[in-house]
T-cell receptor, first 115, second 117 residues
Framework: GAGVSQSPSNKVTEKGKDVELRCDPI?????LYWYRQSLGQGLEFLIY????????KSGLPSDRFSAERTGGSVSTLTIQRTQQEDSAVYLC?????????????FGAGTRLSVL | AQKITQTQPGMFVQEKEAVTLDCTYD???????LFWYKQPSSGEMIFLIY??????QNATEGRYSLNFQKARKSANLVISASQLGDSAMYFC??????????????FGKGITLSVRP
């Protein structure tokens, strides 16, 4: 079956612009995670969605970052007024959320470059 | 303190030989999970192997095995019979607490493995 799909694969934007990154999880997976991978900070957790529960936003670095998940499936990560330090690879992962292992399966990521 | 420590900056191995990638972790939770992921140059994170804190046997998945030493808080990945396609970045990660809750992962800095023909 299809894996986690992320789009766009690459995004170049100008400082101050807003960007939207999309994640389409594996069908049937109720839990969805966003991570950021940057040279300086490595891989960092951003936000977690589980079913209809309130998301865990504890990893979002600033209020310029937000995310939503519509219909318990597709998620969009929005970065407003982008800054150069937002340049990174944004990875999305999904999992069934109910197994003893809870293995997260990742997409190929969106590489964001802020000029 | 870092929760996941991967200190080997880069590793080289000859094709068909075995290689061990080191990982130590730090947690006060009794229930946790340890994961290894592979990230080739294409960027996708590929799940390799999982070890639960209560698992008594070391995990194995094909050519991958996890040398789990709970008292030492280490979870080293062993790749047997290395192949050229194993050249990639390898990440150790930990989920603290039981699975089913927010299972966010904490990652190490990663290790670059290069397989020589």
């Amino acid at each position: 079956g299809a894996g986690v799909s992320q789009s766009p694969s690459n995004k170049v934007t100008e400082k101050g612009k807003d960007v939207e990154l999309r994640c389409d999880p594996i069908s049937g997976h109720t839990a969805l995670y966003w991570y950021r991978q940057s040279l300086g900070q490595g891989l960092e957790f951003l936000i977690y969605f589980q079913g209809n529960s309130a998301p865990d936003k504890s990893g979002l670095p600033s209020d310029r970052f937000s995310a939503e998940r519509t219909g318990g499936s597709v998620s969009t990560l929005t970065i407003q007024r982008t800054q150069q330090e937002d340049s990174a690879v944004y990875l999305c992962a999904s999992t069934t959320g109910v197994t003893s292992k809870n293995i997260q399966y990742f997409g190929a990521g969106t590489r964001l470059s802020v000029l | 303190a870092q929760k996941i420590t991967q200190t080997q900056p880069g590793m080289f191995v000859q094709e068909k030989e075995a290689v061990t990638l080191d990982c130590t972790y730090d947690t006060s939770d009794q229930s946790y999970g340890l994961f290894w992921y592979k990230q080739p140059s294409s960027g996708e994170m590929i799940f390799l192997i999982y070890q639960g804190s209560y698992d008594e046997q070391n995990a194995t998945e094909g050519r991958y095995s996890l040398n789990f030493q709970k008292a030492r808080k280490s979870a080293n990945l062993v790749i047997s019979a290395s192949q050229l396609g194993d050249s990639a970045m390898y990440f150790c990660a930990m989920r603290e607490g039981r699975a089913g809750a927010n299972s966010k992962l904490t990652f190490g800095k990663g290790i670059t493995l290069s397989v020589r023909p």
